[in-house]
């Protein structure tokens, strides 16, 4: 069966309008003959709505409730959709998550996908029906319904690609592709034809919000081919594929990643095992934590400072604060608002003197960097989230990224 996943976001379903418009793309895929699984989102700002609306019923909501709320956003945009597609004499039919047997584990707002069942998907696709799956939401054990995380209906796409054996999986969206910076941050971002997997990795993880993290880690994983196309036209687009195919360059794109804080652990002893029992105290809590950094010991004492996203430090300092008599720390401290600048490309670990550019451009700008990490395709410096746009369009520009040409494979 000659399968294509298409997924369309939030915006690209935002209106009547739209859905209509994203209805009439799907009828022309379908007529050309293409088995179609199509994953939407909930419709424009709809989740972020939800969210409010907890908000002013209570500060802590049970995370089971949270998930059953935010789930009801995307099961309204793949009705009107499978509406919209009949109005066109296509026979369409809706599925939520459960329902089309995406399967997950049990951790409410970031479940992760363990299988799935692709059996009641390929029987209506073999009736000749094309198939709206509810993105971003899937079922736990004992029938749960759970989330995948904000901006996870495009792993549930790259997942179920995986599972149908699709031909590829095609992201529509707002922008004409994946370009080198936010083009809504710098005016100068250019679009890439072609981006290698370990590159959208990194964006991606970096803050890239175009795709979810985990869709470009699953595309990777099972080399399902991957392409961010405009959902409000024709043509453009991005292809993610195998990076030797690639020319080379330093530089692919770069990214903020707003909403980051530090949590500090001040005057921890340092000995064998201590390391080891802060972050599975945290582990244990689901905090996930983007970088630590450990200072050199004085007096038999440490430092470590670790970067994690502002929604999870109250819960950060909550948790080592009822470790600090056992780890014997001086005090636990934490600071809010600061955003990570990443740059990211293949050619960082081949070429000296990157991260002296780099660093060399933010004190131009006189921008503080707190804390810096790297890896072999990335550098990420923390910074005052006040200073990020100005950091971001200094090295996008002094990086030359507005006139980077990557339109060929070598
Ligand atoms: P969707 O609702 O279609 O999932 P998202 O808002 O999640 O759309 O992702 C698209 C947005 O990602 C764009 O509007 C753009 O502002 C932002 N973005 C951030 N970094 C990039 C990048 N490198 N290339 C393209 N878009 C980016
Ligand atoms: N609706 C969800 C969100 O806003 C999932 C998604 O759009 O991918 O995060
Ligand atoms: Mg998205």
């Known amino acids: 069966m000659d399968i294509i996943v298409q997924k369309y976001g939030g915006t690209s379903v935002g209106d009547v309008k739209r859905i209509k418009r994203v209805a009439r793309r799907i009828l022309s895929s379908h007529q050309r003959g293409i088995f179609l699984v199509v994953v939407v989102s909930a419709m424009g700002q709809t989740t972020d709505r939800l969210i409010r609306l907890t908000r002013a019923i209570t500060a802590s909501p049970s995370q089971r409730e949270m998930d059953m709320l935010l789930s009801t956003g995307e099961q309204v945009s793949i009705a009107l959709l499978s509406m919209a597609l009949h109005e066109l004499g296509v026979d369409a039919i809706s599925m939520t998550g459960m329902q089309s047997g995406i399967i997950t584990d049990n951790r409410y707002s970031m479940a992760k996908i363990k299988g799935i069942k692709s059996e009641p998907l390929l029987s209506q696709l073999k009736r000749g029906k094309v198939v709206i799956v509810a993105g971003f939401q899937g079922v736990g054990s004992g029938k749960q319904i759970t989330t995948l995380g904000r901006g996870g209906s495009d792993t549930s796409a790259t997942a ?74 024709e043509g453009g687009g991005t292809v993610v594929t195998e990076g030797k195919t690639l020319e080379k360059v330093v530089i692919t794109g770069m990214t903020v990643n707003r909403n980051i804080a530090k949590v500090g652990i001040r005057g921890i002893p340092d000995r064998p095992g201590i390391a080891a029992r802060v972050f599975s105290a945290l582990g244990r809590h689901g905090i996930n934590i983007r970088l630590i950094i450990q200072s050199m010991a004085e007096d038999g004492r440490n430092d470590i400072s670790l970067v994690v996203n502002q929604e999870y430090v109250k819960s950060a300092v909550q948790v080592l604060q009822k470790q600090k008599s056992a780890l014997k720390a001086k005090e636990i401290v934490h600071q809010t608002h600061f955003a990570e600048v990443s740059i990211v490309g293949s050619g960082i670990a081949s070429t000296p003197g990157v991260g002296a550019r780099m660093f060399r451009i933010l004190a131009k700008e006189k921008i503080n960097i707190e804390l810096i990490s790297s890896s072999e395709v990335r550098i990420t410096c923390v910074i005052e989230e006040r200073k990020a746009v100005t950091a971001l369009r200094a090295l996008h520009k002094e990086f030359r990224l507005e006139k980077l040409q990557r339109r060929t494979r070598s």
């Open 160 to 233: 179920l690609a995986v599972a149908l054996g699709a031909r590829c999986c095609e992201i529509y969206t707002d922008v004409d592709g994946v370009f080198t910076t936010d083009p809504s941050v710098v005016p100068g971002a250019r679009k890439l034809d072609f981006i290698s997997y370990e590159e959208m990795v990194e964006l991606a993880g970096a803050g890239a919000s175009v795709l979810h993290p985990r869709s470009v880690e699953i595309a990777m994983k099972y080399q399902v081919p991957l392409a961010v196309l405009p959902s409000y036209m």
